[in-house]
């Protein structure tokens, strides 16, 4: 449920920060507060509140009284080392982290093309930016929905729930080839919406599934580094979409920067279902690991 929650303060956020100016007309247009300001000092003021819930609720164990920082920096090639040991060592971790990567690539491309394509589509860069906000936050609540359906999905016959991940990541590459048809001049802004927000929608289920799977692996003390290795995957796949995908659509066009995505996105649904198989044959970390069934 972490997943969904998170996904739902995103697009309550999304929300919230493009109704929040137009309470604010009549601030000055310069200086710190102005209307396009007030939902940045307001999302500052969330986070200075979580920091202090985070301070004031969080237990960490007792540490010894002084930390040798040249020690401390020492460890951190080592730390590092350990964390790609453990990514390449385990072959479902190694399929799962692939599959992060490919993921971040997939949704790194819907955030840089959508509003490009949406702005084409609706002839305007000003009405392009005003649905892609409301688009934004209903891919954000359709991808806490997505999400949130998760467990139920995995109760739907004995379907492992890896394999509900790859159905879902599969689902989610039609969705990019719909969008990529609009591209081409297949349909409209209506069916390339419906597409954007099919995309999250049915990837939702694919994310928590995959990161439980990758938890069931590794003990607890571990799992901590595998969040970092699982992270720096996904962000390098985003970067890698940030530079190539856009450089393709740049000088081939959107429709060819969709299918480069899409196609990539088809390699985790395979990757996916190869971890699934993995999973069943290779013994876990932890025998007793809760899981979302």
């Given amino acids: 449920m972490g997943w969904a929650v998170e996904c739902v303060g995103l697009g309550g956020a999304a929300i919230i920060g493009g109704v929040l100016p137009q309470f604010f007309r009549g601030l000055p247009d310069d200086g710190l507060i102005t209307p396009i300001s007030v939902p940045a000092l307001a999302a500052a003021g969330v ?10 609720l969080m237990k960490e164990p007792p540490r010894p009284a002084s930390v040798d920082l040249r020690a401390a920096v020492r460890a951190v090639p080592t730390q590092i080392s350990h964390g790609v040991r453990l990514a390449a060592g385990d072959p479902v971790i190694r399929l799962l982290v692939l599959r992060m990567a490919a993921f971040g690539l997939a949704i790194n491309t819907l955030e840089t093309l959508s509003p490009l394509q949406f702005a084409e589509l609706l002839g305007g860069a000003e009405r392009g930016a005003a649905a892609y906000g409301l688009l934004a936050a209903g891919a ?6 997505g999400a949130a359906s998760a467990p139920v999905l995995c109760r739907i016959g004995p379907v492992a729930p890896l394999t509900v991940a790859a159905v879902s990541t599969g689902l ?7 969008i990529a048809l609009t591209a081409a001049g297949i349909g409209g802004f209506a069916l390339a919406a419906v597409a954007y927000l099919g995309a999250y929608v049915l990837s939702g289920p ?12 590794v003990s607890e003390r571990e799992r901590a580094t595998l969040i970092s290795v699982a992270s720096l995957a996904l962000q390098l796949g985003g970067f890698t979409g940030s530079l190539a995908i856009s450089w393709l659509a740049a000088s081939a066009g959107f429709v060819y920067g969709w299918l480069a995505a899409a196609i990539v996105l088809v390699g985790a649904v395979f990757v996916t279902f190869g971890a699934g198989r993995r999973s069943r ?3 876990r970390a932890l025998a007793n690991a ?4």
């Fill in 172 to 178: 989610s590459t039609v969705a990019l080839g719909l």
């Fill in 47 to 56: 986070a200075a509140v979580s920091l202090a819930a985070h301070a004031a």
């Fill in 281 to 283: 044959v290779a013994p």
């Fill in 206 to 217: 694919g994310g928590p599934l995959a990161s439980e799977a990758l938890h069931e692996r």
């Fill in 140 to 145: 954000f609540l359709g991808t806490a929905a």
């Fill in 290 to 293: 809760d899981t979302l069934r």
